[in-house]
């Protein structure tokens, strides 16, 4: 209940800003990136997202892609 509420509130400032929705995965992948972002070791984010696959690594490569065109902007 509380997730769902959450959610339904953070759509509605979302839509008011024009910025449309979003679904609650979207944090789960946030908090990956986030704690990659911070050098934590990839084992530790699979554990603290609950994923019992191997599924995490899809955002582990996705934040490697983003985080290295990123980075290479500053150079």
Do not use: C
Request: charged share 15%; no cysteine.
């Amino acid at each position: 209940m509380v997730k769902t509420r959450a959610i339904e509130t953070i759509n509605h400032i979302m839509l008011a800003w024009g910025w449309g929705t979003m679904f609650g995965h979207s944090f789960r992948i946030g908090g990956a990136s986030f704690y990659l972002a911070s050098k934590v070791d990839p084992e530790i984010v699979r554990i603290a997202g609950r994923w019992k696959s191997l599924a995490y690594e899809t955002y582990i490569r996705a934040f490697e892609q983003v985080a290295s065109q990123h980075l290479g902007n500053l150079s």
